[in-house]
């Protein structure tokens, strides 16, 4: 019953942030600043060190940092795949109204992935006993309202309509639902999981540093911009080191 209700928490908590980004579009440096922090913090505080700890016990550290390097490398190749339409006549780009609807896509697709992931950690995590799986759960919950955030954020300038932009933000906080069940069914071993964190890792860097950062900045270059980027990075560190 606990594992039900922690569930359905992770699926509100998403659910509230993407909407949060959609009603506050007037205020979308911001919040894009914040969600730039909160991907790079959430790469380098949690899918780092978790890959690191999992994938550790079976590889050399130097195959975790090529599983990240080619997570990073093969999302650039896919970015630059979808970019290359997004520019109008004269060289420039319209983050508005031309960038490719794939490119968001993609975005949005890497971040669900991950939410499909934090479902199967939950529920490898109850498998171990109830009192780590919500332990689990509850970090899980201290990133799902900016996962919200940050699945609107990839889709918002692909020139999706609103109906197909809460599609999106529906499937993002319905994934670990699905994580979830797939624990019902078999068992993941650990040293592929911490495979698979490190190439979200290196997703997750090029999305932040590459993408969120650059266009938050272009949008609105003043210090809040940057601020709250410390401020997601710094609020993701906290959480995951308060929850421990």
Not at 87 to 108: C, K, Q, Y
Not at 121 to 134: D, E, H, K, R
Not at 210 to 226: A, F, G, I, M, Q
Request: hydrophobic residues 50%; charged residues 10%; contains cysteine.
């Amino acid at each position: 019953m606990t594992l039900m209700y922690l569930a359905f928490a992770t699926t509100l908590a998403t659910f509230v942030g993407g909407m949060f980004a959609l009603r506050h579009k007037d205020k979308f440096h911001i919040i894009l600043g914040f969600s730039a922090g909160a991907v790079i913090g959430l790469a380098f505080f949690d899918l780092l060190p978790e890959s690191i700890t999992l994938g550790g016990m079976y590889y050399p550290v130097s195959y975790i940092a090529w599983a990240i390097a080619g997570g990073f490398i093969s999302y650039m190749i896919l970015d630059r795949i979808f970019i290359k339409d997004s520019h109008d006549h004269h060289g420039h780009t319209d983050h508005e109204t031309l960038e490719n609807p794939m490119r968001g896509s993609v975005r949005a697709s890497s971040l669900i992935l991950h939410s499909v992931l934090d479902g199967i950690c939950i529920g490898f995590g109850f498998q171990l006993s109830p009192a780590i799986g919500t332990l689990i759960a509850i970090g899980v919950l201290g990133h799902d309202f900016s996962d919200g955030i940050n699945t609107v954020q990839a889709v918002l300038h692909s020139n999706f309509s609103k109906r197909q932009i809460l599609y999106w933000l529906i499937a993002d906080s319905l994934a670990p639902l699905l994580g979830i069940g797939v624990t019902l069914c078999f068992h993941i071993p650990e040293k592929i999981l911490g495979l698979i964190l490190a190439v979200f890792c290196g997703f997750f860097i090029y999305i932040g540093a590459s993408d969120l950062v650059p266009e938050s900045y272009h949008n609105h270059p003043k210090w809040l911009t940057t601020a709250m980027t410390v401020f997601g990075a710094g609020f993701v560190f906290i959480l995951i080191h308060l929850i421990g």
